[in-house]
């Protein structure tokens, strides 16, 4: 009997739940809560925490915590996909290939896709039956999820293409710096300036992009952007003086950060969940790419023509980029928000009863004796999943994402009262008749049977206030005139911007990602991921200090640009090592803790990235600083940049499974704290302190820093799921 109580308390909780033992000894422990759960704290009430999720099986799972998920009330740039007040399923089944979130993050299971067994066969598949189609594409040729691949593929190359372009920009002119020096007459320590105030520029468009795109679609935002870049790019050609260049690069900035914060959802927008991971793959390969290669190219110009030269060249080529995303880059929004069925009444009503509402006189009826469709068309309204809360109705604070209850123990008593009323059929061009009124799902005719272009049943036992026809959500309204209209022509798709997509207030979605640095996980990775990029871009500034210098290496512009090719394959490398390596430490850990997968599983690669990182840190500098053979140093350039792939990688998969519904914020959160926090503070003393004390002591002093911050990972991970618990409790998202 001894030698089993080890075995016996070593046994996973979540094996001896599954297990089918009817012992009383076996329920007692069940409903005990581990406190610990391989180092990590489990909260003292639950292990059920929004963002842990049970894998069942290799392509089933099981979400956990959704009761204490709490609804949205705004739109995302990204579909989150989170069901809301849908049924508990015994058994969930999900695609043989999991979503891809943003650059960089990458899930075992995605607590989004679940589907009943007895569902799977009515849904749509790829040709060869062999994946589920999810999202499930509608009955409209305007959805872009039915575009052909080629069509998609292409406005993913041309959207890749001017992200290459923008993500180039940030150390274009690094290896010109002593060149700017001598052409404004100023030390080269304070050309750094340019790159840090173009990382301001690019924090502070990201936070005005994103909720631009949200309100009135991602076209609009990419079309302005390359206006803005090309018009930019001129000015910095043209800056007659320092300060003219340094107010350029500002708004240089602002024109590109729709690169680094919009694709990701475009790409979820156009892509099925099993064809995002490699299409997510070429956007990163080119973003990074341009990070890498376009200061190698404008390194060979500023050689032969002069820095200035490099804006000129880089406008023109941005005026391709810019027609390709004019004529090839439609607008992809399409609002998914599933709409749930309308339980209809099983008789019909009676003929009086009929001829009775037909006369009925407008404001008498009272609420008790209302068709008892309308209630529960209300009430499905209400329920929407993840849909935001009507502007127009008293905003509720505790909604939470949960599974429904009876539907018939929650209907409302109460409507909206107006002067008038209106009794007719609604025929599909009536776009006033909102959406989640409508007796059909979301995608018309895909379970109804019904032909897109079919009219609707005659409602003549529903009232629409007149009040009600002009408060009507116009997010619906897009979305519903595509799916009744053909499909578009070419022409027609060529239209720079749709009107406003819904009613959210501009000013609140742009707040909503600052609200999330309360957020124990999304401020790791806002720190870690800010250090990550921000490294690569310190050691930027100090190429031409250290290798234009001509007491070490007296480099020309040309071979201060090739050192790039270092960081490049380090990135390249670290992108795909990063990637592979977390999937096999979590699914090994999620198979020792029973099947539990915990986000903070994700915290284990912090360990190669302090390794990587603290030494390509210390390693650059101190070989720098001892004026050791070139290609030293220029070996760890590419160990930081390997580790620094580590870092960001890591950080973004770790926030975006720990709040999965908040992801699209999240990235805005993440870019700002880059380019901002980290970008523009560094560059305001980083080249003068290397000026004044040497690149030895300055990496050896970074290289710690480093591992300062670093080490905050081990009580994120101790205590991470705890923070968890914690923000959905206080649910300051929802609040603001």
């Known amino acids: 009997m001894t030698s089993e109580k080890p075995n016996q308390s070593g046994e996973s909780r979540w094996r001896r739940i599954f297990n089918n033992s009817s012992s009383s000894n076996d329920s007692s422990d069940v409903n005990k809560t581990a406190k610990w759960s391989l180092g990590i704290l489990n ?3 639950t292990i059920e925490v929004p963002g842990s999720v049970l894998l069942l099986a290799k392509h089933r799972n099981e979400p956990l915590g959704l009761r204490n998920v709490h609804a949205r009330t705004s ?4 579909p989150t996909g989170f069901p809301v007040e849908s049924p508990r399923l015994s058994t969930s089944s999900r695609p043989s290939v999991p979503p891809a979130p943003p650059p960089g993050s990458s899930t075992d ?49 041309c959207l890749g293409f001017y992200c290459m372009l923008g993500g180039g920009m940030t150390p274009i002119i690094a290896a010109g710096f002593t060149d700017v020096a001598k052409t404004y007459n100023i030390e080269v320590e304070t050309v750094s300036l340019t790159t840090g105030l173009y990382m301001m520029g ?13 309100l009135w679609g991602k076209r609009p935002v990419y079309l302005a952007s390359s206006i803005l870049f090309i018009a930019t790019e001129l000015w910095c050609a043209w800056s007659p003086s320092f300060n003219s260049l340094l107010i350029a690069r500002v708004f240089q900035g602002i024109a590109v950060s729709p690169v680094e914060c919009l694709p990701s959802a475009t790409i979820a927008e156009i892509f099925f969940l099993h064809e995002r991971a490699f299409r997510i793959g070429i956007y990163t390969l080119l973003l990074l790419g341009g990070k890498n290669l376009v200061p190698l190219v404008s390194a060979a110009i500023i050689g032969r023509l002069g820095w200035r030269w490099v804006f000129w060249i880089v406008a023109m080529i941005t005026a391709f980029g810019g027609i390709l995303l004019f004529f090839f880059v439609p607008e992809t929004f399409w609002d998914r928000r599933p709409v749930p069925k309308v339980r209809r009444s099983s008789s019909r009503p009676s003929f009086l009863r009929r001829i009775s509402s037909r006369h009925h006189t407008p404001g008498v009826m009272s609420p008790q004796h209302q068709p008892e469709e309308y209630f529960e068309t209300d009430h499905a309204a209400q329920s929407i999943p993840t849909s935001p809360i009507s502007p127009h109705s008293p905003r509720k604070k505790d909604i939470h994402v949960g599974f429904a209850p009876d539907v018939d123990s929650s209907l409302p008593n109460t409507r909206p009262s107006s002067s008038r ?3 007719h059929p609604v025929t599909p061009p009536a776009i006033h008749v909102p959406a989640s009124t409508s007796l059909e799902s ?15 049943p005659s409602l003549s036992g529903e009232e629409f206030s007149e009040q009600n026809l002009g408060r009507l959500p116009k997010i619906r309204a897009y979305t519903h005139n595509l799916r009744q209209q053909p499909p578009k022509s070419f022409m027609q798709q060529l239209k720079p911007w749709h009107g406003r997509l819904n009613s959210d207030s501009w000013f609140k979605v742009m707040l909503r990602p600052f609200i999330l640095f309360a957020y124990p996980a999304v401020l790791w990775s806002a720190a870690v991921y800010a250090c990550s990029i921000g490294w690569l871009i310190v050691v930027s500034e100090s190429i031409a200090l250290i290798y234009r210098n001509p007491e070490s290496y007296n480099f020309d512009a040309l071979q201060s640009g090739l050192v790039y090719v270092s960081p490049f394959v380090g990135g390249i490398l670290g992108t795909g090592v990063a990637g592979k390596v977390s999937d096999v430490i979590v699914k090994a850990m999620a198979k020792r803790n029973g099947g539990l997968y915990e986000p903070e599983y994700r915290l284990v690669m912090a360990i190669p990235i302090l390794i990587t990182t603290c030494i390509g840190l210390m390693g650059f500098g101190w070989s720098a600083g001892e ?12 160990i930081i940049s390997f580790g620094c792939s580590l870092g960001s990688t890591t950080s973004i998969t770790f926030c975006v499974d720990s709040y999965r519904q908040y992801a699209g914020e999240a990235l805005v ?55 968890r618990m914690w923000t959905v409790r206080m649910n300051m998202m929802e609040k603001f």
């Open 421 to 423: 009323s209106y009794h």
């Open 442 to 456: 979301p995608g018309v005719g895909i379970e109804s049977g019904m032909k897109p272009n079919m009219q609707y």
């Open 627 to 638: 004026r050791d053979n070139w290609i030293v140093p220029t070996v760890f350039f590419g």
């Open 109 to 157: 299971a995605d607590p989004a896709v679940n589907h009943d067994d007895d569902e799977i066969e009515a849904m749509k598949k790829t040709s060869d039956g062999a994946i589920i189609l999810e999202p499930q594409p509608e009955e409209s040729g305007n959805d872009p999820l039915n575009w052909s691949s080629w069509r998609r593929d292409l406005a993913l190359l």
């Open 669 to 723: 959160t993440l870019n700002f704290s880059k380019n901002v926090l980290h970008g523009l503070v560094w560059s305001l003393f980083v080249t003068h302190w290397l000026k004044s004390d040497g690149p030895k002591d300055v990496y050896i002093w970074i290289g710690i820093i480093q591992l300062i911050l670093m080490l905050f990972t081990i009580p994120m991970y101790i205590y991470g799921k705890r923070a």
């Open 75 to 78: 739109h995302s740039s990204i």
């Open 202 to 214: 690019l924090g502070v468009g990201s936070v005005i992009a994103s909720p631009t795109a949200i």
């Open 43 to 45: 909260p003292k009430d």
